[in-house]
């Protein structure tokens, strides 16, 4: 298709319109039912007896999430099977802050907020590939 240099705006305005019509748009709706952090202490550690759940539904390694975790947490962790171990007390408010900021630093795409996304490292860049639009940001993780 070749454009005319004597198209008026009007005329411009009105195709963009049409495409952008075209287009599919991915709805920002959570689709994902996360679950609520299930928290025992026990001394002065604090076990997530459900922590396998979220690296699961988010379709990320349970290892690099935990250690994004204990980073943002401040403190060591250690994986016992399906729970996460972490030195200190910490509390519920705090766990669940920190998986939300792991969602949006290394899950949601920042083009089109959906959830469908996978990381891929190029070099030492991890970067965010959104299977929904297609778009590539860089991630906020290791």
């Given at each position: 298709?070749?454009m ?44 997530l ?16 999430m ?77």
């Amino acid at each position: 298709m070749v454009m005319s240099l004597s198209m008026s705006y009007e005329e411009l305005l009105r195709r963009l319109r049409e495409g952008l019509k075209k287009v599919k748009r991915v709805p920002k709706t959570q689709r994902i039912e996360l679950p609520r952090p299930d928290v025992i202490w026990v001394g002065n550690r604090t076990i997530l007896r459900n922590f396998i759940d979220y690296p699961k539904l988010l379709r990320r390694d349970p290892d690099k999430m935990l250690m994004y975790m204990a980073k943002k947490l401040a403190t060591l962790a250690t994986r016992d099977g399906e729970r996460a171990v972490f030195v200190g007390r910490k509390d519920i408010q705090s766990i669940e802050a920190v998986i939300n900021k792991y969602i949006r630093d290394a899950v949601v795409c920042p083009a089109c907020g959906s959830w469908d996304t996978k990381l891929e490292r190029v070099k030492r860049m991890t970067f965010i590939v959104c299977e929904a639009c297609g778009a590539r940001s860089p991630a906020r993780v290791g």
